[in-house]
């Protein structure tokens, strides 16, 4: 083979593969990057809270504690649901941008390859 047709090999390779290969490798790393920064925030919130309701249930000493303790559970529960559905809501909207960054990618790269299939004839 000459070296033009080795270069000719290599940009093919490239254009079809090569390149597309790493763009889609760096929207999924930065895809999983922010899930697991998504995952890592909401379990820091769940643990700071899960901690102040086991303080707060070490405080109790007499019967009227009970009740005041009952009582941020279920203000804890309120909280908790409203941030479980935050975080389900974020992660919805990481992946349907995912899978709209990747639509665009894959229609980026029909393109290219068949401007470089009409080229070549």
Known sequence: ???????????????????PARAFAELTISHVESLVNTQVEASKVYTELSLQQLRKALEIKEPQDVQGYIKG???????????FK?????????????????????????????KAADSAK
């Open 1 to 19: 083979m000459t070296n033009p047709t080795v270069n000719q090999i290599n940009e093919q390779f490239e254009t079809f593969f090569g390149g």
């Open 73 to 83: 559970q279920q203000d804890v529960a309120k909280e908790l649901t409203e941030r």
């Open 86 to 114: 935050g975080d389900a809501e974020k992660v919805v909207a990481l992946n349907r941008k995912f899978a709209e960054e990747a639509q665009k990618l894959t229609q980026q790269n029909v393109q290219a390859a068949s």
